[in-house]
């Protein structure tokens, strides 16, 4: 009985989103499901799925959160060009 625990940060991946959205939750759901049947042989009915969404200041790499990260990765970028 599979246990997948998908762990993604709350943030709009499309125009106007703050959010994953229903469809894309349920895109995951089925795509992971499906992709453990297809490997391992996994009855999607026995298969847990569980999205969980993180705030971004509940995120971290790098020693710092995800959205100081970004800004590291945008002022390296910046000074590249």
Same mark, same amino acid.
């Given at each position: 009985?599979?246990?997948?625990? !998908?762990?993604? %940060? $709350?943030?709009? %991946? ?7 959205t229903?469809? #894309? &939750? &349920? ?7 499906? *992709? *453990? ?8 009915? %026995?298969?847990?799925? !569980? !999205?969980?969404?993180?705030? *971004? ?7 710092v959160? %995800?959205?100081?990260? $970004? #800004? #590291? ?5 910046? &000074?590249?060009?």
């Open positions: 009985m599979p246990y997948v625990n !998908i762990k993604v %940060t $709350r943030e709009g %991946t499309l125009p106007g989103e703050t959010a994953t229903p469809e #894309q &939750k &349920k895109a995951l759901i089925k795509g992971v499901s499906d *992709l *453990l049947f297809e490997v391992m042989g996994k009855a999607p009915h %026995t298969t847990y799925v !569980i !999205i969980e969404e993180v705030e *971004l200041e509940n995120w971290g790499v790098g020693g959160t %995800t959205p100081e990260y $970004r #800004q #590291q990765i945008a002022a390296k970028a910046d &000074k590249s060009t």
